[in-house]
């Protein structure tokens, strides 16, 4: 199987982050992971396709997106994109900016829990981008280096205080998402354990001691979602992740992940991810390199 290729970025070890302006016609890099953060504005990039992990959308005419998470796969190809100039702003930094026990104080905590969940990819909406506009300029355009770091964790402060969405799915992205409830977390578990086999709520139910119509109401509130959809994303995101790092054919995935035939994981499949396990395969399929 074709590796995927591993950036060796810019960033120095004497400095607290690295940040570059560009501007482009198009986006050529391809599908890459690197063991820094990276938060990337684009703007002028309407029609973009944007791949983090195995979450793949295309782009109005600005995005913002930190990724976190040495092993998360990520890219902006260009798509349907005509855009005659293309700007993006990169931010790469490492978790060792704060040292010591720096983000565990309360001051920090929303920060902390924004780059926990970068693991997954996230992006911000619009309305935040708009709010944090004049500060990414400000990052740009600031000569000062003492300055240019408290303007970057004030982006990192309001960005910490926004809504977001949560990118890749946790079995793609092999996080761990520590922020439900004991009772949850035990499902989740046995979800990631056994979801390759025929899951019944009603043992789900057992397993934390609830009846079946109590945990349906539980599991929902909690999570968002009922359990056979939490069971089926856990399925995609493991089959993705498998058409990523295996050599083993679609067929063989589609039951190893517990779906009971080839036809109905196809469907599944692109309606979860907007592409076909063979195309979503294909798209992955980069030489590793070293830059």
């Not at 591993?6 to 960033?11: D, G, N």
């Not at 799915?169 to 989740?188: G, L, W």
């Amino acid at each position: 199987m074709n590796h995927i290729l591993t950036e060796i970025t810019p960033l120095s070890s004497r400095d607290c982050f690295y940040i570059v302006e560009r501007h482009k016609t198009e986006f050529t890099y391809p599908i890459h992971h690197h063991k820094e953060f990276e938060l990337n504005f684009v703007e002028g990039g309407s029609g973009v396709k944007r791949v983090v992990g195995d979450k793949v959308e295309t782009i109005g005419d600005y995005d913002l997106v930190l990724v976190g998470g040495a092993s998360l796969e990520h890219s902006w190809e260009q798509g349907s994109c005509k855009s005659p100039d293309i700007r993006e702003v990169t931010i790469q930094f490492l978790p060792d900016i704060f040292s010591g026990s720096l983000l565990e104080k309360n001051q920090f905590h929303s920060i902390n829990s924004m780059l926990s969940d970068s693991s997954h990819g996230i992006s911000f909406p619009q309305s935040t981008i708009v709010r944090v506009y004049h500060i990414i300029n400000e990052l740009v355009g600031e000569n000062d280096r003492f300055e240019q770091f408290l303007r970057f964790l004030r982006l990192l402060n309001e960005l910490s205080q926004s809504p977001y969405q949560v990118l890749a799915s946790s079995t793609f992205a092999n996080a761990d998402d520590n922020s439900e409830s004991r009772r949850v977390q035990k499902v989740e578990q046995y979800i990631s354990e056994h979801y390759g086999e025929n899951i019944r709520q009603s043992e789900i139910a057992a397993l934390v001691g609830m009846s079946p119509s109590s945990f349906s109401r539980f599991f929902k509130l909690r999570t968002g979602r009922t359990l056979s959809e939490y069971v089926i994303d856990i399925k995609t995101g493991a089959a993705a992740r498998l058409l990523v790092d295996s050599t083993k054919n679609i067929s063989e995935i589609c039951f190893e992940c517990g779906f009971n035939n080839l036809s109905n994981f196809n469907r599944i499949f692109k309606a979860k991810r907007g592409m076909t396990p063979r195309e979503f395969r294909s798209m992955y399929k980069k030489n590793k390199v070293i830059v």
